[in-house]
């Protein structure tokens, strides 16, 4: 039809080419620097956590069955599929996500990091985790190397940036998914907020859209522009849901503040009921 074209034409404009595909990267091909075997298990617990946040509340029934082994398709898979979760608002995701990380460790292991290197060493924390992240987040976003960063002017003893960043030059994940909802919801965002409160180390991730690279910045504290930059991105024309789960989010937002607007009148008017809509009572009879 004329309005779907329309559409479809609107949403081409206004969203983002991304990389040409003709020059995406073998990522079966890419392996970690401990071998195909350690990013083998990495990829398992990862997946396995992951759909134990995304089915948390969920019957059997509607869950994606899941190979033995593990596949990096499921990882996309569970990820699409909490994005998609229509009683889940932005935050929720990102929760579920950020707690995805979180039971990656022992339950002691954060808090004591936080304690022992983070505080008294943000410098040597940034390098130490720049590393690991190297190491154990190959077979998720594919090739990277370390290099130096911009740091915040006031980070005091936070470092000068040397070796506490982590170039991702063109990001699996963001690729085999196609959509920055994706991206912010269930990388960029959780990611940061898991460092910041749970290993006590800022982080700042700067996905970039046209090129598919990301930018880990340790020790970075990520600020209000930063932020609005990656919430404000475009969607990717190759998105898969061609937008939608952007729409999708946007519409939850949207009830979830119509609801607290209706709770807050019915809190504030006893003769609005709780569940009531307003305009149910006549406008005259309110508070």
């Not at 608002?89 to 004591?112: C, G, H, K, N, Y």
């Not at 269930?186 to 046209?210: D, H, R, V, W």
Request: with cysteine; net charge negative; charged share 25%.
């Amino acid at each position: 039809s004329k309005k779907a074209s329309g559409k479809a034409t609107t949403f081409l404009t206004s969203s983002v080419p991304g990389p040409p595909l003709e020059t995406k990267p073998d990522y079966e091909n890419i392996v970690g620097p401990l071998g195909r075997w350690a990013d083998q298990i990495f990829l398992k617990m990862f997946r396995d956590k992951l759909a134990e946040q995304v089915y948390r509340d969920e019957d059997e029934a509607n869950r994606i069955p899941l190979s033995p082994d593990g596949t990096y398709q499921e990882i996309i898979d569970l990820a699409a599929a909490l994005n998609r979760r229509s009683n889940l608002s932005r935050q929720d995701i990102q929760e579920r996500a950020r707690e995805t990380l979180v039971q990656l460790f022992p339950s002691w292991m954060p808090p004591q990091y936080a304690v022992l290197f983070s505080k008294p060493f943000p410098a040597f924390a940034a390098r130490m985790n720049a590393w690991a992240t190297f190491v154990a987040g190959t077979w998720l976003m594919g090739e990277c190397e370390i290099n130096n960063v911009e740091v915040d002017e006031n980070s005091g003893d936070g470092g000068d940036g040397v070796n506490q960043g982590l170039l991702v030059k063109r990001c699996r994940f963001l690729e085999e998914s196609g959509c920055a909802s994706v991206c912010v919801n269930s990388c960029k965002i959780p990611t940061q907020t898991f460092f910041a409160q749970n290993m006590g180390l800022p982080l700042l991730m700067e996905p970039n859209y046209e090129t598919f690279e990301c930018q880990f910045s340790f020790g970075r504290v990520p600020t209000a522009e930063t932020e609005l930059v990656a919430e404000l991105t475009p969607c990717l024309q190759r998105c898969p849901t061609v937008g939608s789960l952007r729409a999708l989010h946007d519409a939850t937002a949207d009830s979830r503040a119509n609801d607290r607007k209706e709770s807050s009148d019915s809190d504030n008017c006893p003769m609005i009921k709780p569940g009531q809509a307003v305009e149910a009572v006549p406008a005259e009879t309110r508070c």
